[in-house]
């Protein structure tokens, strides 16, 4: 009898915030291994607002992000964490000092960042357990919403079919950064891809889902309806910035950045024809320690 207990680490660096999930792998046998989230850290640091807005990322910025990837690696120390990656996503990508930046981290904290495209962050997401939400008698619309970028993806009977990352995410829209042009190339892919499928349904990704989707009171594995998510919109209008904190409980980084998601789910429903979303809480954090597993996995 073989038993195993393995700790990994994966860190998103995002537009909107950083995140560390810290996860426990249990290999029992030949049994399939069991995946369970040990610790999850959020700090909103939103890059995003210094990239699309200046080009580079601040000074503020970077001492913020050096002091967080060092609490994170004292984190992944303590949890004896085996390995982890490290990956960053559209603000740092388009930063012009995003490489500079890397360096320091890495110098400063031992934190080793790899930047990746949409399409690279599109197939991480992909290696999560997405696949244990999926009905493989159902076509779904994959729509993950971040802070620089969305990423859709066509599932069609429990396989990905086309995938495609776009520039629209909530920071630059609330930057004003997302012009008729672009929505207009997404609509028409998002129309183009779907047209073949007679009926299709969304899954949602990406922390200002995850919140609307708790604020519904729904069950696990239930959808939330298309006229839901427009009530919820229309309702988060009616409160200004400090309401929606102290009235909805949104944390302050979510508050603003809430009412574009919401935008850019319902025109995603809207042009798809989808009527439901599917919010099965999982992001590029838990893609990283899929990946990190299997490359483990495969040394050993």
């Known amino acids: 009898m073989s038993f195993e207990i393995r700790k990994y680490g994966a860190i998103d660096i995002g537009s909107n915030a950083i995140r560390l999930l810290i996860a426990t792998v249990t290999l029992y046998n030949k049994e399939p291994p069991v995946f369970k989230k040990t610790s999850l850290v959020r700090v909103p640091i939103r890059l995003?607002?210094?990239?699309?807005t200046t080009g580079d990322i601040s000074q503020e910025n970077i001492f913020r992000l050096v002091k967080s990837m060092k609490s994170f690696q004292l984190l992944m120390d303590v949890h004896k964490v085996k390995t982890y990656q490290a990956y960053a996503t559209s603000a740092m990508r388009e930063a012009q000092n995003g490489k500079?930046?890397?360096?320091?981290?890495?110098?400063?904290?031992?934190?080793?960042?790899?930047?990746?495209?949409?399409?690279?962050e599109a197939a991480i997401i992909a290696m999560t357990d997405l696949h244990a939400s999926l009905d493989a008698s159902k076509v779904f619309l994959y729509v993950d919403v971040g802070g620089g970028s969305t990423e859709f993806t066509v599932f069609a009977y429990g396989k990905a079919v086309v995938s495609k990352s776009f520039k629209i995410g909530t920071v630059r829209l609330l930057n004003d950064m997302v012009n008729k042009t672009l929505w207009d190339q997404?609509?028409?892919?998002?129309?183009?891809?779907?047209?073949?499928?007679?009926?299709?349904?969304?899954?949602?990704?990406?922390?200002?889902?995850?919140?609307?989707?708790?604020?519904?009171?729904?069950g696990v594995?239930?959808?939330?309806?298309?006229?839901?998510?427009?009530?919820?919109?229309?309702?988060?209008q009616n409160y200004n910035y400090e309401e929606r904190v102290y009235h909805l409980n949104l944390n302050h980084d979510r508050a603003d950045v809430i009412i574009p998601a919401c935008r850019i789910y319902l025109?995603?429903?809207?042009?798809?024809?989808?009527?439901?979303?599917?919010?099965?809480?999982?992001?590029?954090?838990?893609?990283?320690?899929?990946?990190?597993?299997?490359?483990d996995h495969q040394i050993i």
Do not use: C
């Not at 995003?48 to 699309?52: C, I, K, L, R, Y």
């Open 100 to 120: 500079e930046v890397v360096q320091q981290i890495e110098k400063e904290s031992g934190i080793q960042i790899d930047i990746i495209d949409g399409s690279h």
């Open 186 to 218: 997404a609509e028409r892919w998002i129309k183009e891809v779907t047209a073949p499928y007679e009926h299709l349904d969304l899954i949602g990704s990406g922390g200002n889902i995850n919140n609307i989707f708790k604020s519904s009171g729904k």
């Open 221 to 236: 594995g239930r959808p939330i309806s298309y006229f839901y998510l427009v009530n919820y919109y229309e309702q988060l």
């Open 48 to 52: 995003g607002q210094d990239v699309f």
């Open 267 to 295: 025109r995603a429903m809207k042009w798809s024809k989808a009527k439901n979303i599917y919010v099965p809480k999982i992001g590029l954090t838990d893609g990283i320690i899929k990946s990190v597993f299997n490359s």
